[in-house]
T-cell receptor
Framework: GEDVEQSLFLSVREGDSSVINCTYT??????LYWYKQEPGAGLQLLTY?????DMKQDQRLTVLLNKKDKHLSLRIADTQTGDSAIYFC???????????FGKGTTLSVSS | DTGVSQNPRHKITKRGQNVTFRCDPI?????LYWYRQTLGQGPEFLTY????????KSRLLSDRFSAERPKGSFSTLEIQRTEQGDSAMYLC???????????FGDGTRLSIL
C-alpha cells in the first residue's frame, strides 16, 4: 500500500538552510506536496511538484524530486524562527482522491 | 478566496454524546475531504465528496460516523456515541480541478471527557 516516511525532528540555527527529507512508495503518484502546520492550526500548503519535474523553486523554498529513489526533499533557505513548525510530506493515492501523509518533521529554529 | 472554514474550532463533550462538525469549502470547489489527525501523526483520510456525492470512505469511518454534503456546498461530519478514541483534530479540505492541490481549514479539535 501507499506509505510516506519522514524523519521526525530537525534542529537548525536561524539563517542556516534546512533540508527536510521524505520517501514515498507509490511510483504512480502524479503530485507530491509539502504542508506546514503550526501549533493548534490546520495545514498550510507550502508547495507541490508534478511528478515529471525534478525541481521547483518558490522564493526561499526548493523542492527536489528523485523519482527513481522515490525521494522528495524540501529546502528552506535562510531559515527564520517563524519557520518553526511541523512539515508534512504527502502523496496522492492511486485513485487520485485522498492524500497520504507522513508523520511530519518538527523543525526547530534557534536564534 | 476566504479559505476553508470549520466550526466549531473546539468541542468538548462527554463520552456517549453525539457531535456534529461543519465545513464550508472554498467557493466553487466541488471536491471536499475529511481527515482525522491524532497527536504525533499526520492526517488520515476519512471520506471524499465530489459535489453532493460521497465517492470514497475510509475503513476508519466506522458506522458511528456519517458525513453529508446535501447541496454540494458545505459538509457536516457527525459522530454518534462518541468514544475516548475519537479525541482528535478533524480537518476538512477542498479542491477545485484535478491539477489543483487540497486546501485545508483550521480543523475542529474534539476532546472526549
Amino acid at each position: 500500500g501507499e506509505d510516506v516516511e519522514q524523519s521526525l525532528f530537525l534542529s537548525v540555527r536561524e539563517g542556516d538552510s534546512s533540508v527536510i527529507n521524505c520517501t514515498y512508495t507509490d511510483s504512480s503518484s502524479t503530485y507530491l506536496y509539502w504542508y506546514k502546520q503550526e501549533p493548534g492550526a490546520g495545514l498550510q500548503l507550502l508547495t507541490y511538484i508534478f511528478s515529471n519535474m525534478d525541481m521547483k523553486q518558490d522564493q526561499r523554498l526548493t523542492v527536489l524530486l528523485n523519482k527513481k529513489d522515490k525521494h522528495l526533499s524540501l529546502r528552506i533557505a535562510d531559515t527564520q524562527t517563524g519557520d518553526s513548525a511541523i512539515y508534512f510530506c504527502a502523496e496522492m493515492t492511486q485513485a487520485g482522491t485522498a492524500l497520504i501523509f507522513g508523520k511530519g518533521t518538527t523543525l526547530s529554529v534557534s536564534s | 478566496d476566504t479559505g476553508v472554514s470549520q466550526n466549531p474550532r473546539h468541542k468538548i463533550t462527554k463520552r456517549g454524546q453525539n457531535v456534529t462538525f461543519r465545513c464550508d469549502p472554498i467557493s466553487e470547489h466541488n471536491r471536499l475531504y475529511w481527515y482525522r489527525q491524532t497527536l504525533g501523526q499526520g492526517p488520515e483520510f476519512l471520506t471524499y465528496f465530489q459535489n453532493e456525492a460521497q465517492l470514497e470512505k475510509s475503513r476508519l469511518l466506522s458506522d458511528r460516523f456519517s458525513a453529508e454534503r446535501p447541496k454540494g456546498s458545505f459538509s457536516t461530519l457527525e459522530i454518534q456515541r462518541t468514544e475516548q478514541g475519537d479525541s482528535a483534530m478533524y480537518l476538512c479540505a477542498s479542491r477545485g480541478q484535478d491539477n489543483q492541490p487540497q486546501h485545508f481549514g483550521d480543523g475542529t479539535r474534539l476532546s472526549i471527557l
